[in-house]
């Protein structure tokens, strides 16, 4: 899918999980739900880090191209240690975009790395920043016309207004572990996306199926990646959905 739906669906994600943790790990403020939504939404663009076009891609420069660069590298040799006989890689054959950063455990893994690591005060508004980055440019891409358009693809100025948030919800006592859960909700739902689309997602790995490890998940009704009707359904869909969802985590 698109950036700007897998940011829609990362919002949604972020608020259910906002709405359902509270108040376990959150307690469903308005620095959780915003924390929610906005990290949700920058999560789901996380796993595009294996293309080299991706908004995740180009959004810092040379620091996330070198992010880039180190996924790829990480993913194609994943895929060719681990693979099968019968495992030909899914989307582009050489086991990099649509491979290991495309799979549940790893959303999970890099939820965890989150929810420790951001125990570091500074580490965690890193984290926050960056993803609340990415979450203002997937949403923008979505809602934002004109002028908010214009600010929302603006470097400095989403860089400057991520980094006025993250500090925002640091004060606002925005957890580690809730960050790590918000990560992890978003690149799995980015996953499951993928999963409508024909190319498919390796949902399964590590696990053997059908002598595969890499085999390539697509849901049954699938659409092609692009602004079909299918897709903007989906987007409108999960844009929708999160209002309600905010309300009620608002509401606990
Ligand atoms: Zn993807």
């Known amino acids: 899918m698109m950036g700007s739906s897998h940011a829609a669906s990362g919002a949604l994600a972020g608020a259910g999980a906002a709405a359902l943790l509270a108040p376990a790990v959150s307690d469903g403020g308005l620095f959780d739900l915003a924390a929610g939504v906005?990290?949700?939404?920058?999560?789901?663009?996380?796993?595009?880090?294996?293309h080299p076009q991706s908004t995740a891609t180009r959004s810092q420069g040379p620091l996330t191209r070198l992010a880039h660069a180190?996924?790829?590298?990480?993913?194609?040799?994943?895929?060719?240690?681990?693979?099968?006989?019968?495992?030909?890689?899914?989307?582009?054959?050489?086991?990099?975009?649509?491979?290991?950063?495309?799979?549940?455990?790893?959303?999970?893994a890099v939820g965890a790395?989150?929810?420790?690591?951001?125990?570091?005060?500074p580490?965690?508004?890193?984290?926050?920043?960056?993803?609340?980055?990415?979450?203002?440019r997937g949403l923008g891409q979505c809602l934002g016309r004109g002028e908010t358009r214009r600010t929302l693809r603006s470097w400095p100025a989403v860089s400057a207004l991520a980094a006025g948030t993250a500090a925002l919800l640091v004060w606002g006592g925005v957890s580690a572990p809730f960050t790590g859960v918000l990560v992890a909700a978003g690149m799995v739902v980015?996953?499951?996306?993928?999963?409508l689309?024909?190319?498919g997602v390796p949902l399964l790995w590590?696990?053997?199926?059908?002598g595969r490890r890499w085999w390539m998940v697509r849901a049954p009704l699938?659409?092609?990646?692009?602004?079909?009707?299918?897709e903007r359904a989906v987007r409108w869909a999960c844009l929708a959905g999160t209002v309600p969802v905010a309300l009620l985590t608002l509401a606990a």
């Open 197 to 199: 689309t024909r190319a």
């Open 38 to 50: 906005l990290v949700g939404a920058g999560a789901a663009l996380l796993p595009d880090l294996d």
């Open 222 to 230: 699938t659409f092609a990646t692009g602004d079909g009707w299918q």
């Open 206 to 210: 590590p696990v053997v199926h059908r």
């Open 190 to 195: 980015h996953v499951l996306g993928d999963a």
């Open 123 to 136: 580490l965690l508004a890193a984290v926050l920043w960056f993803t609340v980055s990415l979450g203002l």
């Open 113 to 121: 790395a989150v929810a420790v690591s951001g125990l570091w005060w």
């Open 70 to 108: 180190g996924v790829a590298r990480a993913s194609r040799a994943v895929f060719l240690r681990t693979r099968t006989g019968a495992d030909l890689g899914g989307h582009d054959r050489d086991g990099v975009h649509r491979h290991l950063s495309h799979t549940p455990l790893v959303a999970l």
